[in-house]
């Protein structure tokens, strides 16, 4: 089950698979494919519980998962970025200025982190309420908005953000 895809800046494709639903023993993983296309595991990616969002920024690679945590790809393995708050965790993207939304299925809410200090160390807040079931998200570097599909409802949600 192939959710999203990003271009880190190693040159490397990432592939994020949620796992398969009516397995329990599935937790999916994250991969990574070099330019020869040889495909491997992202490493430590195969401990993450249905990772579903993935992103690339200045900053790395960052996965979200349905089991509601964020984590950066780091040579070392997942480096716990964003804890559970009894999230499912979708989409995710950065913004111009560093700071990162991600769509959380739970309660059907965007949440936000607003960059500061150089990395995204700010606190989570909810940006958007009753987006059921938010897609992957995306992201309009040159209006600073946040793109929200909104797959039961067939539309897509449009939301600027300030400055």
């Given at each position: ?89 979708g989409g995710i993207v950065f913004t111009r200025d560093g700071s990162f939304l991600f769509a959380n299925w739970a309660d059907s809410t965007v949440l936000f982190v607003r960059a500061k200090e150089g990395g995204s160390k700010g606190d ?40």
């Amino acid at each position: 089950s192939l959710s999203d895809v990003a271009v880190g800046r190693d040159g490397l494709v990432y592939v994020t698979d949620r796992g398969a639903e009516e397995s329990a023993e599935s937790t999916g993983g994250v991969y990574a494919i070099d330019a020869e296309g040889n495909v491997s595991m992202a490493k430590g990616a195969g401990e993450l519980q249905g990772p579903l969002g993935v992103s690339s920024s200045d900053r790395g690679v960052f996965v979200a998962s349905q089991g509601g945590r964020v984590v950066q790809l780091t040579p070392d393995g997942p480096r716990g970025v964003v804890r559970s708050r009894g999230w499912r965790l979708g989409g995710i993207v950065f913004t111009r200025d560093g700071s990162f939304l991600f769509a959380n299925w739970a309660d059907s809410t965007v949440l936000f982190v607003r960059a500061k200090e150089g990395g995204s160390k700010g606190d989570v807040f909810t940006l958007v309420r009753g987006t059921p079931s938010p897609g992957e998200l995306g992201y309009d570097a040159r209006r600073n908005r946040v793109m929200i599909p909104l797959p039961s409802l067939n539309r897509v949600l449009l939301v600027d953000l300030e400055g």
